[in-house]
């Protein structure tokens, strides 16, 4: 019976990640127009910080641009990562690095647009990437896609991912099962 109740109602407790108590230090508010985040924001870097990432499913609106730009800026400041890198799609990368470069107006962050990214320079922009000080790095997915790997790399990343497809298989026949027993 105690085993029946848990399956039905008390299985999924989700994490409250409570950031109000963050300052943020260098966050340009005023240059952003406003005068602090929203709650969810706050929460959500927070959330950032204590697990090295986070997928943020806020609405249109909800802020999510300058979640990433905050949390990879304080992912730097406590040295819980080197170089954070940002990825997004060509169509709003420019915005990403606009509202990077307002939020945090002392940050060195390269952003290489399309001109610079020609497989002619590409190697250098790598180059300056791997070997500089950088706050953080944002790119686009098809630019990041063109960092050369090593193949030990490139096997550890389809080993891991392919692990990842078979644990959640598992978890999706065992949910499957439980479902049709009751």
């Not at 790997?149 to 065992?174: F, G, P």
Request: hydrophobic content about 30%; glycine content about 8%; proline content about 4%.
């Amino acid at each position: 019976l105690a085993d029946r109740y848990t399956r039905t109602f008390n299985c999924f407790v989700r994490p409250n990640y409570d950031g109000s108590h963050q300052t943020l230090p260098g966050l340009d508010l005023k240059g952003l127009g406003i005068k602090d985040l929203y709650k969810s924001q706050k929460d959500a870097v927070w959330m950032e910080k204590l697990l090295g990432g986070n997928i943020c499913d806020h609405e249109v609106g909800g802020g999510k641009t300058l979640i990433m730009c905050c949390g990879a800026m304080e992912k730097k400041r406590l040295g819980l990562a080197n170089k954070p890198m940002i990825t997004g799609l060509k169509a709003n990368i420019h915005e990403i690095a606009k509202t990077f470069c307002t939020a945090s107006p002392n940050a060195k962050v390269p952003y290489p647009g399309k001109e610079d990214f020609t497989p002619k320079n590409r190697e250098r922009i790598f180059r300056e990437i791997k070997n500089n000080d950088w706050d953080a790095v944002i790119l686009t997915h098809d630019q990041h896609a063109n960092i050369p790997q090593s193949t030990d790399t490139q096997r550890e990343t389809l080993h891991t991912e392919l692990d990842s497809a078979e644990e959640n298989l598992q978890v999706l026949k065992y949910q499957v099962n439980e479902f049709s027993r009751t």
